[in-house]
């Protein structure tokens, strides 16, 4: 092979193997991402993001627990309606739970949270057959989840006028958070810790460390003397997570 030849036989490889390269770096490109049970997009057929299908199976949130429920005869044919329920879960939370209890409502739920569900002035027919019933739950993770630090200080109970109750206290927002609403639920047992009463308030626009007064008022004559009674603050931690 003449000196010309090899000259131009080198270049030629030179030049095919540069198209390869340039070939190869194009290719690498624009090729799609390998599918992975890591790469936090639901694809290869898993029912959720990395989960399910060839991945491993989905953390699927347990169903509410209903601990009791009841209802409470106030004025004519008006009762007030109290569930307790229980989320199991302790990561997930309920961003939003729909149900049926004597009227259509919404509500939420911490994980790990107990929470009373009250209803009030609910007019029935049959207040026995009455009962809570879940209808839609929207399902939310809230890992490392810490509850806010609200605080219920001096709580008192009183006679107005000698025969209606009322339950009084001061909330205190010792969170991080200036909070929307806080809703505060007030139980009232008889002396053999049996529910006779409910009743609930809502304060707007706490800020951080402030304390707030309120009162639950029942403009009735409770059937029962009251022998003690329990207050909970309840909020929306789902606005800041």
Do not use: H
């Amino acid at each position: 092979m003449s000196r010309y030849f090899r000259k131009q036989f080198t270049i030629a490889v030179i030049f095919i193997l540069i198209l390869i390269v340039i070939g190869l770096g194009i290719y690498i490109l624009i090729k799609p991402p390998k599918q992975t049970c890591f790469d936090k997009i639901q694809n290869q057929g898993e029912t959720g993001i990395d989960c399910g299908g060839p991945c491993g199976p989905c953390d699927v949130a347990k169903d509410l627990i209903i601990l009791s429920q009841g209802f409470i005869p106030t004025t004519g044919d008006y009762f007030d309606l109290w569930a307790k329920i229980e989320n199991p879960n302790r990561e997930w939370g309920a961003e939003l739970l729909s149900y049926n209890f004597g009227r259509q409502n919404k509500t939420y739920l911490l994980p790990q949270e107990t929470k009373y569900i009250v209803e009030q002035r609910v007019e029935l027919n049959e207040p026995s057959r009455t009962e809570f019933k879940t209808q839609d739950i929207s399902w939310r993770k809230l890992k490392d989840f810490k509850e806010l630090d609200l605080i219920i200080k001096n709580e008192k109970q009183e006679l107005i006028d000698e025969k209606y109750n009322r339950i009084s206290g001061n909330l205190e927002n010792k969170s991080n958070y200036n909070l929307d609403k806080v809703e505060i639920v007030a139980v009232l047992f008889n002396s053999q810790q049996k529910i006779i009463a409910v009743g609930k308030t809502t304060l707007d626009s706490i800020k951080i460390g402030e304390s707030r007064y309120f009162q639950i008022n029942w403009p009735y004559e409770l059937s029962e003397s009251i022998s003690s009674f329990i207050l909970k603050a309840y909020t929306n931690v789902f606005l800041f997570f």
